[in-house]
């Protein structure tokens, strides 16, 4: 999960229209604060969030820049469950989907392909 500086670094990343280099981020987000932020801890942030998989880091010269993979707190919360407990977590999640039929209804779209027609707000 995410605590307030890790929502705030993925809140200016996922705001911005282009990839972000760690110098972009730590500008913006000291911006908004009385407190500046130091560069190497807006650089762990960023790299934590990246071994995460909620931010794609990409080589561009000699640094990186970041940009998001997922954005909304849901999906970020599923994909740490699913790292932490592996096939066990799924295993469960399936076996709760399947006593409601609405959700076992969503998840038999998600695993067709149908990712459209799930809303997230569902």
């Known amino acids: 999960m995410l605590g307030p500086l ?3 670094v993925l809140q200016t ?6 990839a972000l ?4 981020v730590l500008d913006r987000l000291n911006r908004r604060r009385a407190e500046p932020l130091a560069y190497t801890t807006v650089m762990t942030v960023l790299g934590r969030l990246a071994r995460q998989d909620v931010l794609k880091r990409t080589l561009v010269g ?5 940009e998001p993979i997922v954005v909304r707190p849901a999906e970020i919360a ?5 790292r932490e407990f592996g096939e066990a977590a799924v295993a469960h999640f399936v076996d709760q989907a399947s006593a409601e039929p ?3 209804e969503r ?7 149908e990712h459209r027609a799930v809303r997230p707000e569902d």
């Open 62 to 66: 000699r640094g990186y820049v970041y």
């Open 102 to 104: 609405r959700l076992r």
């Open 107 to 113: 998840l038999e779209k998600l695993m067709r392909g």
């Open 13 to 18: 990343v996922g705001g911005a229209e282009r």
């Open 21 to 24: 280099t760690v110098r972009e």
């Open 6 to 8: 890790g929502a705030d």
């Open 78 to 82: 599923v994909r740490s469950v699913i």
